[in-house]
């Protein structure tokens, strides 16, 4: 007579042996969570700061990285939004991103009531440090302004790669630098240092000179690039650019003219009426016998450039450039 009593016992052993399994998981799963950081030390321009991981609330007013913070889809429980630049998630309707205001008249009280235990703050709010460190003492604040005296390129790679280390974005921060990196390999090859270069900000109305080195926003392209200044002076560091009169910049005739429209930025969040760059150019009597005009060599950074001056900005503008050279 047959027996069936193997063949019953069979399921029992197979369960018998996914219960194996599954005891010995367990311990698996909660080994790899024991081992996820819960903080971690970076260097910013004030020394070490130890961020608990991972970040719970941030706050964030640092224009030049808000834009990579966005990217990375990293939640930001306030903001000053009115300086921020256009096509922000933070800034759609819906959105529950507190808004701090601007940097002139900042809601910090809102800060306070946001309970951040991160901030990353910088450029216009970078004179508030003193304030957050005493209306939020337990909050971590980390600030990557590009430092005086250092390359600009290597202080905006600096910037996204802490902030790579800080919400886990190591490959993502890795991208932007190898892209930035790419780019300026592009202007190089392409770029012939006997050809001059004329950077101009253009503001109310007006084209005002951009000092190589040293001058807003274009000043460090000079550097960046090794690009031929058509024109040396001493200039500042706002935004209106320097007293150079535009008969001078003329006079300097120049083969390339690199342009920020700083107020293309600004009409974004206020919908003033403005003066395009372009029009500014094209319609000056005095450039018109340029070498750059003539030539069509004029360059311009994007159009939100003013409140977005990071990595991502500088990237997209070489590019831009490095097309232009190889055409």
Not at 99 to 109: A, D, R
Not at 120 to 145: H, K, M, W
Request: hydrophobic content about 40%.
């Amino acid at each position: 007579m047959k027996t069936t009593r193997p063949l019953l016992a069979l399921p029992i052993a197979a369960a018998l042996a996914l219960t194996g399994c599954a005891s010995t998981a367990a311990p698996a799963a909660t080994e790899s969570a024991a081992d996820e950081p819960t903080s971690v030390t970076v260097t910013d321009n004030h020394g070490e700061q130890t961020v608990a991981l991972p970040p719970k609330a941030v706050v964030a007013t640092d224009n030049r990285t808000i834009t990579v913070l966005d990217s990375w889809g990293i939640d930001v429980v306030a903001a000053p939004l009115d300086i921020f630049p256009a096509g922000l998630s933070y800034k759609e309707e819906g959105s529950e991103t507190i808004n701090l205001g601007n940097h002139g008249e900042p809601n910090l009280e809102a800060v306070v009531a946001a309970d951040p235990d991160l901030i990353i703050n910088g450029q216009r709010f970078a004179s508030y440090y003193g304030d957050f460190q005493t209306l939020v003492p337990d909050a971590t604040i980390v600030e990557l302004d590009p430092r005086e005296g250092e390359p600009f390129d290597e202080e905006l790679k600096r910037q996204v790669t802490v902030l790579g280390e800080i919400f886990g974005k190591q490959d993502e921060a890795a991208k932007l630098v190898a892209d930035f990196e790419e780019a300026v390999d592009r202007v190089t090859a392409a770029y012939d240092d006997q050809q001059t270069v004329m950077a101009v900000i253009t503001s109310g109305g007006e084209i005002n000179y951009a000092a190589p080195t040293t001058g807003r926003t274009l000043g460090p392209v000079f550097d960046i690039l090794g690009l031929t200044p058509a024109l040396r002076s001493d200039g500042s560091t706002d935004h209106q650019g320097d007293d150079i009169s535009v008969e001078a910049i003329a006079a300097s005739n120049p083969d390339w003219i690199l342009v920020m429209d700083r107020d293309a930025g600004v009409s974004a969040n206020t919908d003033e009426a403005y003066t395009p760059a372009t029009d500014l150019i094209g319609g000056s009597e005095a450039l018109q016998n340029v070498n750059a005009v003539t030539a069509g060599n004029i360059v311009y950074m994007p159009a939100g450039t003013y409140l977005d001056e990071g990595i991502v900005t500088y990237t997209t503008f070489f590019n831009t450039l490095a097309d232009a050279l190889e055409s």
